[in-house]
Nanobody
Framework: QVHLVESGGGLVQAGGSLRLSCAAS????????VAWYRQAPGKERDIVASITSAGDTNAADSVKGRFTISRDNAKNTVYLQMNSLKPEDTAVYYC?????????WGKGTLVTVSS
């Protein structure tokens, strides 16, 4: 079992920055990939960025150059640094952990970007 807790969401003006955190506990040694997803009202949940156990990262085209995913192994935490935020980035952001035979979700953190 893997337990994920997101934090760092809030209200920010367009052009501002936020850093989201995803703290993992439990069988963290079994995690292969950690990803951030987001879901805006009335829309599907989409992947934003991911990082593998080897440290390889990927990001959606819509956030490339603005969002950066990173991790601190000592703290068992994955971060999503979000810069140059736009109103269309408003969503609930979820952390997801993928193991060899299962996946886990956090409860999400709300990011609201005002224009």
């Amino acid at each position: 079992q893997v337990h994920l807790v997101e934090s760092g969401g809030g209200l920010v003006q367009a052009g501002g920055s936020l850093r989201l955190s995803c703290a993992a506990s439990g069988s963290i040694f079994s995690i292969n990939v950690v990803a951030w997803y987001r879901q805006a009202p009335g829309k599907e949940r989409d992947i934003v960025a991911s990082i593998t156990s080897a440290g390889d990262t990927n990001a959606a085209d819509s956030v490339k150059g603005r969002f950066t995913i990173s991790r601190d192994n000592a703290k068992n935490t994955v971060y999503l640094q979000m810069n140059s935020l736009k109103p269309e980035d408003t969503a609930v952001y979820y952390c997801n952990a993928l193991t060899q035979d299962n996946y886990y979700w956090g409860k999400g953190t709300l990011v609201t970007v005002s224009s």
